[in-house]
């Protein structure tokens, strides 16, 4: 495989165009770095509205996807493509799954607005969503090496950690390897104000807290807005900002928590005097002339299973901009901020402690420029030409993973295969009262596909 010439098709299920979530953002940088080693394809399953001189963008959705999944050497898959386009697992092409954020943790809170027995069929349709890329990739990234741990034990349980993938690599970084999200190599660059005197109600002199993406489940803008109001008390130059609000994929609905947020705002009268909500998702290479006009980000959740795998990518856009950070405990970036001076932490649901650290770093100017000189020297180490590193090494040189060479197959599987040769024959020989339980079954799961979770951050 070494010798040949490397076609690379990336596949996201996401937006790709003007405005873009972390999927796609992930997808367009991935495909960046890659066109340096061959011919690369950016396929968006729901729309593409861009184009690039670096490669190929194209919008592919369902078997429309197949012509380019033919073309290519190495197939690289986001989120539920495997699950939605079955027919992938049996071609033979080398599929690497970026397995950056663990959609079956995220969809316990994504999915508590459902009724109850959509969100018990979904949450498990998330695991198989995942089960499917593990099950099927030659290789795999992920976000951390705290994720990478929990992903390992995944591998475990799904016979992917067996003997011919340990004596391939006995620390198994050649089957599962960290390519965290990254900062664009080059600085930021503010064309306009994208805030201050911009927004009505946000002056040239107020202190801007920003908060960098969308309003979702798993976040907690609740106590954030409380403790801003409790600040704007003292310091009437408050504003926090709400960066986007309405995501780019139509694929991904409103949440309770963005409701929630609104609800709050409103009854405490802060909203569009000190708290501010932009309606309309930020055009990607248009975000520095917000983030550049902010005093520093915020970053706040709840305190459940998934904020302890997360990954918040709209925090590497503050150190992109050099903004001092103040951030939830719990999460993989608390730890990085604590350790080299990047903002300040906070526990979970603190209105005092948060009220508190954001005045600090608000109101301490010379605390404010410290802390963002640490942010520039951080900022650095996180580049996409560092964080894809794992990703582009093993483009440059593929291989098929070891255990589907020697074709090592769990007793899942083994069970699976011989109930769908069961089933082929029953068919075979007939009968209504075979297939048309069958077929109701297949429109169930169809359905659940339906409600396959998206990345929305």
Known sequence: MENRAKRILIVTPDTIGERMAGPAIRAWHVAQALSAVGEVRLASTVGATVTSPEFTIVHAGQDALKPHAEWADV???????????????????????????????EWLE???DLPEADYYASSVDSVEVMNDQIERADFMVCASEKQRDFWLGQLAAMTRVNP?????????????????????DAPPVQKAHGIRGVVDGIGADDKVILWGGGVYNWFDPLTLISAVG??????PEVRLFFLGVKHPNPDVPQMEMER?????????????????????WVPYDQRADFLLDADLGVSTHLEH???AYSFRTRVLDYWWAGLPVVATDGDTFAPLIRDNGLGRVVPPQDVEALEAALGEVLFDDAE???????VRAFAGRMHWSTTLEPLVRYVRAPYP???RVRGVISQRNQITADLRKRIAGMEASSSWRVTAPLRLAGEWVARLRGRAPERPE
Do not use: C
């Not at 004596?167 to 390897?177: G, I």
């Not at 409790?230 to 310091?235: F, I």
């Open 230 to 235: 409790r600040l704007a008390k003292d310091h």
């Open 368 to 374: 404010r420029e410290r802390i963002r000189e640490n």
């Open 110 to 112: 994504q999915g508590r």
């Open 401 to 403: 993973a070891a255990d």
């Open 75 to 105: 197939v690289i898959i986001q989120g539920h493509i495997l699950r939605t386009h079955t027919w992938l697992k049996a071609m033979d092409v080398l599929i690497v799954a970026d397995i950056y954020d663990p959609v079956h943790l």
């Open 164 to 184: 011919a993938t340990y004596a391939a690599d006995p620390t198994l970084r050649n089957l599962l390897d960290v390519a965290p999200f990254g900062i664009q």
């Open 305 to 307: 299973i998934e904020t």
């Open 260 to 280: 929630a947020a609104r609800r709050l705002s409103d009854e405490l009268g802060l909203t569009d005097s000190v708290v501010f909500f932009n309606e309309t």
